[in-house]
T-cell receptor, first 108, second 113 residues
């Protein structure tokens, strides 16, 4: 069965404390893996798309990596404004599956 | 270039009623997907439209239906509303179907009483 599991469910960090969020997936015919950021009551905001194992992408304090079974979102020296829910999604043969997200809270 | 827009922003309905939600795609995008997001959960895929045809569907009953128009805008219709239909409904558009980045609108918050 196709599925996406994100961990941890919630994470509290001090400002400047680097960490990683995990997205494990099982899908037939991976067409792409997507990371989004979502603020409360708003639509998800696109961060990265990864297509093949070994691929990496970076944007400001965020870096996304992909293996055949999982993806990591690394956050380096986070700031309070990085607080949000981070969603991972995978697209398979005919559907897109989202994880439940990781709620990240950065303390000043 | 305009982003994805949705209307209305909020809506309150009673059980058994019908609702229509609307979405305008990002300029140049011909694919629209609809999602339901319950509180504290990730978005769940309802269906996708590509060039006015349904192009994939999630595990939602037939009372969830949709349309895509020639200008690539879209509607989501839900009949016989149930309390569990209360959620944030998200629309996302992409340039083509399959493996392309989807860009989301702000969502419509539906409350069913």
């Amino acid at each position: 069965e196709d599925q996406v599991t994100q961990s941890p469910e919630a994470l509290r960090l001090q400002e400047g404390e680097s960490s990683s969020l995990n997205c494990s997936y099982t899908v037939s015919g991976l067409r792409g893996l997507f990371w989004y950021r979502q603020d409360p009551g708003k639509g998800p905001e696109f961060l990265f798309t990864l297509y093949s194992a070994g691929e990496e992408k970076e944007k400001e304090r965020l870096k996304a990596t992909l293996t055949k079974k999982e993806s990591f979102l690394h956050i380096t020296a986070p700031k309070p404004e990085d607080s949000a829910t981070y969603l991972c999604a995978v697209e398979g043969d005919d559907k897109i599956i989202f994880g439940k997200g990781t709620r990240l809270h950065i303390l000043p | 270039e305009t982003g994805v827009t949705q209307s209305p922003t909020h809506l309150i309905k009673t059980r058994g009623q019908q609702v229509t939600l609307r979405c305008s795609s990002q300029s140049g995008h011909n694919t629209v997907s609809w999602y339901q997001q319950a509180l504290g959960q990730g978005p769940q895929f309802i269906f996708q439209y590509y060039r006015e045809e349904e192009n994939g569907r999630g595990n939602f009953p037939p009372r969830f239906s949709g349309l895509q128009f020639p200008n690539y805008s879209s509607e989501l219709n839900v009949n016989a509303l149930e309390l569990d239909d209360s959620a944030l409904y998200l629309c996302a558009s992409s340039l083509v179907s399959g493996g392309e980045t989807q860009y989301f609108g702000p969502g419509t918050r539906l409350l069913v009483l």
